[in-house]
């Protein structure tokens, strides 16, 4: 019994902290993601266009991001681009950490957007051309709409990859949860386990609902790979 | 090739050559005990994951939920900071121990149900065919689903591999020293950041590019089901 109110208290005295950690989590985490999205939507439209230089580049970009760790990625946004001198690459750690992590999103979007597309039908494509309709138009009215129900799955997943790595912005120093949860504590050392479990909580909240989204539209709208990693 | 000097000093990173390379070999073979320790630990959840007892699978379940909507990072602190919080004194783990439980603990669940989608792509023919030449349901798992299952799944398990190859470079902040650690021992000594962490991410490109061929052969040698799929 004294122990339930024991951990209790450092429940009641902690939350408003973790709290204010996880209102900083999803703030970062729904920037990446709409900047992210958004970068890989392009990306990953152009991809499909069929212009060989093109898809060479966006495979190169591609391939960087996925070889590389997330955290390799962060230090480089973080300390390598502000020593080549440029004025503009100098950014403080929020905008690396935002920056980093939306390119990191973006890598993922690409191949699922791009995935999406390859996976409507191309009869679809076919019709809409001898229908009249320009290139763009087909892309635009025909094809993109269609992929992009596809999508909903896969992106699912990825968001929750985001919202987990946004726990490595706290080796520069941004006070989202984990951050929070190490400060916490520096200030009662005692329970190492117990607010190191909290965090998992608090993580897992925001997670959870996300993976069963996914889950759901899989049963809902059908698959086209990438998915979770 | 001057102008390249002020941007990446070459002569620089040779100096550090041996740290990168113990970094390289240090990433390597705890990505293996890694993937090795969580080939197995994950065909048993896929296994206790698919009984029929809900005392198993639901527990089951729950820890692969858990693993999958909780940042390893937090994961990699429960393990080294807070299991020995909760542990009789005298067992302790070091910073490289920690690390490969930790890892193993993050990695399982998803190859476990990497291999739970193998097994259930194998056809229900070739295990009633199994069952009717007089063989267990042990010996058909063991010599007729596993085997066809994992040559299924293959190309998700590589991808998973590369996956747990970069996880790896987390385990640098609870101080094990291995890729990511000799850029941050270079970065701290020498105060040039483009060399130490570019060389990080080359290194690792390295690693990926090698996977790669390494995937290609795989799928040259097996045509498993799921290769048609892609």
């Known amino acids: 019994m004294e122990w339930i109110t024991d951990k209790w208290d450092i429940v009641v005295q ?41 898809n060479g580049v966006i495979n190169l970009y591609l391939h960087l991001l996925r070889g590389s760790p997330y955290l390799v990625q962060l230090y480089i946004v973080y300390f390598v681009l502000p020593a080549t001198g440029i004025a503009w690459l100098s950014f403080d750690s929020y905008m690396a950490a935002i920056v980093s992590l939306s390119l990191y999103t973006s890598s993922y979007v690409t191949e699922i ?117 | 090739m001057n102008w390249l000097q002020d941007y990446f000093n070459l002569r620089l990173v040779s100096e550090y050559a041996d740290v990168f390379a113990e970094g390289i070999w240090q990433t390597l073979w705890i990505s293996a005990v890694c993937l090795a320790l969580s080939l197995i630990f994950g065909t048993l959840l896929a296994l206790a994951r698919m009984s029929k007892n809900p005392l198993l699978w639901r527990p089951v379940a729950g820890y692969i939920q858990f693993i999958r909507a909780t940042p390893l990072l937090v994961q990699i602190y429960l393990v080294y900071y807070g ?50 030449v007089g063989m267990t349901p042990r010996q058909t798992m063991r010599h007729i689903t596993l085997p066809q299952a994992i040559a299924n799944v293959m190309p998700p398990l590589l991808g998973q591999t590369a996956v747990l190859i970069k996880d790896t470079s987390l385990l640098s902040i609870i101080a094990v020293f291995e890729l990511l650690g000799a850029g941050l021992l270079m970065f701290s000594e020498t105060v040039v950041a483009t060399e130490s962490y570019v060389t990080v991410a080359i290194c690792y490109l390295a690693i990926y590019a090698m996977m790669l061929v390494l995937s290609g052969i795989v799928q040259n040698r097996l045509g498993g089901s799921a290769w048609q799929a892609n």
């Open chain 2, 83 to 132: 299991l020995p919080t909760i542990m009789p004194s005298g067992m302790l783990f070091d910073e490289v121990q920690s690390g490969i439980i930790a890892l193993t603990l993050h990695t399982s669940p998803y190859m476990g149900e990497i291999i739970r989608a193998g097994i259930g792509s194998v056809a229900r023919g070739q295990i009633e065919g199994a069952l009717s």
């Open chain 1, 113 to 229: 957007v791009a995935a999406a597309i390859n996976a409507v039908p191309k009869g679809q494509a076919e019709a809409a051309r001898s229908v009249g309709m320009t290139r763009a138009q087909t892309y635009r009215h025909i094809v993109v709409p269609q992929a992009l129900k596809l999508t909903i799955p896969p992106m699912a997943s990825i968001y929750v990859i985001v919202i987990k790595s946004t726990a490595v912005l706290s080796v520069i120093g941004i006070s989202e949860l984990t951050r929070q949860g190490e400060v916490a504590i520096m200030r009662m050392p005692g329970d190492i386990m117990f607010i190191y479990s909290l965090i998992a909580v608090f993580y897992f909240i925001y997670c959870y609902p996300m993976l069963r989204l996914s889950k759901w539209a899989e049963g809902r709208f059908g698959t086209t790979g990438g998915g979770d990693t």
């Open chain 1, 14 to 54: 902690l939350y408003p902290f973790l709290l204010k950690g996880l209102w900083l989590t999803f703030q970062i985490s729904i920037i990446a993601i709409l900047i992210g999205s958004t970068i890989g939507f392009v990306l990953g439209v152009a991809k499909t266009t069929g212009f060989r230089l093109l």
